[in-house]
């Protein structure tokens, strides 16, 4: 059996009624003030994590907006383009109309009632 364990260590009083260094007042103020500026370090990186988020969130809700509006904006110009199509077709159908007039009131015509006038 390992009685060196029961004992005491000799140096044990003595280390005990050793007084403990007292950190001196530059220290312990170096110390709060890297502490502090540890502090704002985070609290400035949070900050900015969280302002990231925001703007990202912001970009991304204008992104939809314009999206959007882009959609809309597309399904307009189809509309109108076939507006115009429609209208182009009439506005063809129209001119044959009125050439195929003209072209029978040209042959109704005697020639020379034109040199009459």
Same mark, same amino acid.
């Given at each position: /059996?390992?009685?060196?364990? #029961?004992?005491?260590?000799?140096? !044990?009083?003595? $280390?005990? +009624? ?8 530059? #220290?312990?103020?170096? !110390?709060? @003030?890297?502490? @502090? ?8 990186? #949070?900050? %900015?994590?969280?302002?990231? &988020? $925001? $703007?990202? +969130?912001?970009?991304? /809700? ?5 999206? /959007?509006? =882009?959609?809309?904006? &597309? ?8 507006? +115009? /199509?429609?209208?182009?077709?009439? =506005? %063809? +159908? ?10 029978? %009131? =040209? =042959?109704?015509?005697?020639? #020379?009632?034109?040199?009459? &006038?």
């Amino acid at each position: /059996m390992c009685s060196f364990s #029961t004992k005491q260590n000799p140096y !044990d009083s003595l $280390v005990s +009624a050793l007084p403990r260094p007292c950190p001196s007042k530059r #220290t312990h103020k170096k !110390d709060r @003030l890297r502490m @502090l500026k540890r502090r704002r370090a985070q609290l400035k990186e #949070t900050r %900015q994590r969280k302002r990231k &988020i $925001v $703007v990202k +969130a912001e970009i991304e /809700m204008k992104n939809l907006e314009l999206y /959007m509006e =882009n959609k809309k904006l &597309i399904e307009k110009n189809e509309k109108l383009m076939k507006q +115009a /199509m429609l209208l182009h077709k009439e =506005n %063809q +159908a129209l001119l044959c109309k009125l050439q195929k007039k003209l072209a029978e %009131q =040209n =042959n109704s015509i005697p020639i #020379t009632s034109y040199y009459q &006038i």
